[in-house]
Antibody, heavy 121, light 107 residues
């Protein structure tokens, strides 16, 4: 079965960087993109960017350009999201999700369990 | 940028019908997807392409899309349906767009 398993909780100081992993299994890795989202406490879902697992290319929401890098390791079917210059308002749960475009529309059909990132001095 | 608007909360009695709306400019021209998120859990896709259900999702969950409003309808609401519900579309400029989420409370 399709699984996305994320790395564990991270506690970082302001100004530091964090790298979250999303290990996938149960399907052909290069057939589906991976998107990253975050959810601040009590807030909705915010799209951060998308990784093309076939080409390795990524595109980012304007808000995160220059501060977020998404990379793909096809040998381990793992996608990574790294964020630099962390601030307290980056405290959130970060999710990876599998993109499904099989009906010609874009939606997320499988999700990781989420990674809590806490930014605090 | 494209914006989706959801009411913060909706309350419904058990056994009744809940309607959760998602507003967007000419949203009928887009395909709307809905996710259910229970406390402490990741979201789950419950309706896609306006009105289709993934396998395993009860028929009590249905969707519609017209004009500037898409609607997720849950009939015969159960206590286990209490959750946050998020709508989502894909926009050529904004890419992945999510509404702010609606908290469904079962009274």
């Amino acid at each position: 079965q399709v699984q996305l398993v994320q790395s564990g909780t991270e506690v970082k100081k302001p100004g530091a960087s964090v790298k979250v992993s999303c290990k996938t299994s149960g399907y052909t890795f290069s057939n589906h993109g991976i998107i990253w989202l975050r959810q601040a406490p009590g807030q909705g879902l915010e799209w951060m960017g998308w990784s093309n697992t076939y080409s390795g290319h990524a595109n980012y929401a304007e808000k995160f350009q220059g501060r977020v890098t998404m990379t793909t390791d096809t040998s381990t079917t793992t996608v990574y999201m790294e964020m630099t210059s962390l601030r307290s308002d980056d405290t959130a749960i970060y999710y990876c999700a599998r993109e499904n475009a099989e009906s010609g529309t874009y939606k997320c059909d499988h999700w990781g369990q989420g990674t809590q990132v806490i930014v605090s001095s | 940028s494209y914006v989706l608007t959801q009411a913060p909360s909706v309350s419904v009695a058990p056994g009744k019908t809940a309607r959760i709306t998602c507003g967007g400019n000419n949203i009928r021209s887009k395909s709307v997807h809905w996710y259910q998120q229970k406390p402490g859990q990741a979201p789950v896709l419950v309706v896609y392409d306006d009105s289709d259900r993934p396998s395993g999702i009860p028929e009590r969950f249905s969707g519609s899309n017209s004009g500037d409003t898409a609607t997720l309808t849950i009939t015969s609401v159960e206590a286990g349906d209490e959750a946050d519900y998020h709508c989502q579309v894909w926009d050529i400029n904004s890419h992945w767009v999510f509404g702010g989420g609606t908290k469904l409370t079962v009274l």
